[in-house]
């Protein structure tokens, strides 16, 4: 096995796969990226190198992905712009003689999703196909931590959920889940090569569902109300959170960094039934089930959404 690439190793999940590749083999050879390097742990394994390397910026892609054989890349956040910074990494990815990329998708992946993440993966995928390079796909279902500690516990001290999901069903995953496919994949990428994986928990749920589980776990009654984009997007705005994702803007009391526009078009998303996927793909990726909302949601229910230690999911 080759040197492997983590692009954007110091956010939440490339830490999380990070830890999975050493506790598999303590002698790995990891290249981590980042646009802010010294916010990752130094290792002490001599094969693992820290590098600069900034999407916006292919110059310094070029040099950090250098004697790679399969990179791992994290999708960035900008709106916008992530199609560009993703051709940036596959253009970077070609100069250094990468054989492989696993891409971290999104669930729903079709031409008509309304939600805006969904077009901006749509369109990487396509360049991914056309790049001829190897590749895998892992499309992530909503992270169940969201559903728990960003949508849930606030409407267990409320009694409201009021979303614009409709009557719309999901498979949320848990992020364990996702790193642990990552992970697997990544050990063993010649064996996915050309794959295309739905990473989605073991149960389809409406958000009547969501409602009674988090009843449930926070012993407090959730009234689930669909409500319509425009009132949805005037909650938004009536709570400061910008219709345009910035990346200097400050982090929610959640924890969290979305726009209104993003948050809603993927609300609507689910209402019109483009987040209708249930897969088996976790458990045949690592040969263990994915969790379910409700483990997940009693291990982080009090805790902020940035602030979910690895353990805890």
Known sequence: MGRIIISGASGDLGRRVTELLLAADPDIELTLVSRTPEKLYRHKNPGIRVMRGDYQEPESLNEAYSGGDVLFLISGLNLGRRVAETRNAIAAAQHAGVRHIVYTSVGGIHPTNPALSARDHYQSELDLRESGMAYTFLRNALYSEIISNILVAPAAACGVMAQATGHGRLAPAAKADVARSAAAVLLAAEKHE???????????????????????????????????????LAFFDS??????????MPPSADGHMWASDELVTAEVAIAEGYQTVLSGHVQLITGRKPETLQSVMEAVKSVRYDQIPAEAS
């Not at 009547?208 to 984009?229: F, K, M, N, T, V």
């Not at 709570?239 to 200097?248: E, H, L, M, Q």
């Open 239 to 248: 709570i400061g959170i910008p219709r345009t994702y910035d990346p200097s």
């Open 194 to 232: 050309g794959a295309v994986y739905e990473i989605t928990g073991p149960d389809l749920l409406t958000f009547e569902d969501i409602a009674r589980i988090g009843s449930e776990i926070h012993g407090a009654p959730i009234d689930y109300q669909p409500i319509s984009a425009d009132e949805r």
